[in-house]
């Protein structure tokens, strides 16, 4: 069936989103008259001070046509791709894909996301991981590392599908796809640039514990480019409380820019929406796994069994969660990844509301860092970033209640079937490091 106008309009808008990539910081008129209706102070003062807070915001409007085939109108405030923030936990959706993505690659029978994995030690820094008690089969694999990385943030999993997909592999994969501004060169644990460079070997078993599948170590020759430097804040503390008084340098951490985390989930969200290259190889197996595991409640969850008070409906839900909110109003449910890092707050966020029939994209990073000092863990998360997150996803979700559309949107796509938590006597997993 040949596309329909409007779809290829939608395409079209779809790649010029990218295109303007490494255009100068954009302000779209309508934000800031949207945003000058909030009178929350808060709010107020971030939205008047953007550049201390290196506030960048990114808004989709998603309209359907008769068909159901959506266009994408994207509005920014204040969004410049060359503007470094930290992209914390932010970059485990890409590596969530590229990990799927390389599973369909191999096409060895057998091997899948649900297959038993352990991880072994080749090189300096890295370690073992050869069971997961988190798991119902007690092993690491792709499926459990992706549902922990998304449910409550994990970070361990994040390493670990960094290994197994591999930095060069990650790096050449993302620039592939046209993400040039993007660059994964660490875990999440500490260990040299070198060391990062170097990914451990990995081992695929059967039920019976043979080796299916065994991947060897890899090393990555490739250069990155550091000449754009990113120093931020007037001081830092090092692993041992000493304060230095200069700018600490993210001029080698890994860089995720709001544009291409955002055209990220519209590739996951909207595969069709964007242009073939920059798809990811996944199937509809795979489209309906993330979007389960994007959007469910860790509370709803099984494996692991999250502390459903610690983990609440909105722990990773910014736009939809401040000091006094932990749930999401009935009908909603939000497919996202969020990140949050040395002051740096970041969501990235597909919003659907069933009972109104409304969807949108929204994608923000705030930076909360009052004194100056990265590492000292006196970040205003709580007192500003939060509430302020929280306040611009409800004067969206607002707007977005209000905005007249040609065509009630058929959202059945995104109608998930969750779990239901157990009532059994394993103890709930806590204070993971997220």
């Known amino acids: 069936m040949l596309p329909t106008l409007k779809w290829i309009v939608g395409f079209i808008a779809a790649g010029i989103f990218v295109s303007q990539s490494h255009a100068q910081p954009r302000t779209d008129s309508i934000l800031v008259k949207l945003f000058a209706s909030q009178s929350n102070p808060i709010f107020q003062e971030v939205i008047r001070h953007p550049e201390t807070y290196r506030l960048q915001i990114i808004y989709t409007q998603i309209d359907r046509d008769r068909k159901n085939n959506p266009t994408f109108t994207h509005y920014r405030f204040r969004v410049d791709s060359t503007e470094y923030f930290n992209p914390a936990s932010t970059v485990k959706l890409p590596l969530a894909l590229l990990s799927l993505e ?10 899948n996301r649900f297959t038993r994995m352990q991880f072994d030690s080749a090189h300096s820094g890295q370690t073992k991981e050869w069971v ?33 997909v591999g930095q060069q592999a990650i790096n050449r994969s ?7 501004d993007t660059r994964i060169t660490r875990r999440f644990v500490r260990m040299t640039a070198d060391e990062n460079r170097y990914t451990n ?84 197996t795979d489209y309906t796994f993330l979007y389960q595991y994007l959007s469910q409640f860790p509370g709803e969850t099984n494996y692991p069994k999250y502390d459903g008070t610690q983990y609440y409906d909105s722990f990773v839900k910014f736009f939809f969660q401040d000091n006094l909110h932990h749930q999401l ?28 029939k409304i969807e949108y994209m929204l994608s923000a990073t705030i930076y909360v860092n009052k004194d100056g000092i990265l590492n000292d863990n006196k970040y205003e998360y709580e007192s500003v970033g939060h509430p302020f997150l929280y306040r611009l996803g409800q004067t969206i979700h607002a707007y977005e209640q209000k905005r007249k559309r040609a065509h009630t949107p058929n959202l059945s796509r995104f109608k998930v079937t969750y779990e239901k938590r157990q009532n059994d006597s394993r103890p709930t997993v806590k204070d993971v490091d997220n």
């Open 329 to 356: 109003p009935a009908g909603v449910r939000v497919f996202n990844k969020v990140g949050w890092a040395y002051g740096f707050l970041t969501d990235a966020s597909y919003v659907v509301d069933f009972d109104t």
């Open 201 to 284: 070997p990995i081992r695929f078993l059967r039920e019976d514990g043979s080796v299916l599948h065994a991947q060897p170590p890899a090393h990555n020759p490739d250069p990155f480019d550091f000449r754009r430097t990113a120093r931020i804040g007037r001081g830092y503390l090092t692993a041992k409380d000493s304060l230095i008084n200069q700018p600490f340098d993210f001029t080698t951490h890994n860089k995720l820019p709001l544009e291409s985390l955002h055209q990220m989930l519209q590739s996951v969200m909207f595969p069709l929406s964007v242009p073939a290259k920059q798809r990811f190889d996944l199937t509809e």
């Open 132 to 164: 997961d008690p988190t798991a119902q089969n007690g092993f690491p694999s792709v499926d459990h590392l992706i549902k922990k990385a998304f449910l409550v943030s994990e970070n361990d999993p994040y390493s670990r599908m960094y290994e197994f």
């Open 102 to 111: 390389k599973l369909n690659t191999l096409n060895k029978p057998g091997v």
């Open 174 to 180: 993302l620039h592939a796809k046209g993400y040039a």
